[in-house]
């Protein structure tokens, strides 16, 4: 059976040593309800995932990112609430323009200290990556991490080196 995902973007914007999350409280039924995140979602037709996680950044934090850098992917097989198989392209955006608002329609908007990440609600299979992304010494990880029950099974992972 082909892998056929829902192509996705994710980005962790930050300032200083403060990155932007989003924590997930508005939407009623919302599958990330009560969790923090980063900002991103699904690509459109015809949209590059560059161009695909500046718009997210327009329309979920009003922000123009300047300093995008693809950090890696993640295969998220059976992460959807239906069991779809997920595919991210995760970034990091070290330069942008404009101020967030305190909120959107998915939930209110903080800077958290890079090091107090892991102290929030996060999906559970954010702690075996997250770090990755703010690794300067390697250039690039892709992921795998097959979710079960809403939880992740498994996680086996490439990382590029410099």
């Known amino acids: 059976?082909?892998?056929?995902?829902?192509?996705?973007?994710?980005?962790?914007v930050?300032?200083?040593?403060?990155?932007?999350?989003?924590?997930?409280?508005?939407r009623d039924g919302d599958?990330?309800?009560?969790?923090?995140?980063?900002?991103?979602?699904?690509?459109?037709?015809?949209e590059d995932v560059v161009a695909g996680i500046v718009r997210e950044l327009?329309?979920?934090?009003?922000?123009?990112?300047?300093?995008?850098?693809?950090?890696?992917?993640?295969?998220?097989?059976?992460?959807?609430?239906?069991?779809?198989?997920?595919?991210?392209f995760i970034f990091r955006v070290d330069a942008?323009?404009?101020?967030?608002p305190a909120a959107n329609e998915e939930g209110t908007l903080h800077w958290v200290p890079r090091d107090r990440l892991l102290d929030l609600p996060l999906w559970e299979g954010d702690r075996q990556w997250l770090h990755l992304v703010f690794d300067?010494?390697?250039?690039?990880?892709?992921g795998v991490m097959p979710y079960l029950d809403g939880r992740p099974a498994s996680w086996s992972?490439?990382?590029?080196?410099r």
Do not use: C
């Not at 922000?63 to 198989?85: K, Q, Y």
């Open 1 to 12: 059976m082909p892998y056929t995902p829902i192509l996705g973007t994710l980005a962790y």
């Open 58 to 88: 327009r329309e979920e934090a009003g922000i123009e990112a300047t300093d995008v850098r693809l950090r890696g992917t993640l295969s998220w097989p059976g992460f959807g609430t239906g069991g779809e198989d997920w595919f991210g």
């Open 96 to 100: 942008f323009g404009g101020e967030p």
């Open 14 to 26: 930050t300032r200083g040593e403060d990155v932007l999350m989003v924590h997930r409280t508005f």
């Open 31 to 46: 599958q990330h309800l009560g969790k923090y995140n980063g900002l991103g979602g699904k690509l459109e037709p015809g």
């Open 157 to 161: 992972v490439t990382i590029v080196e």
């Open 136 to 142: 300067d010494a390697i250039a690039q990880f892709h």
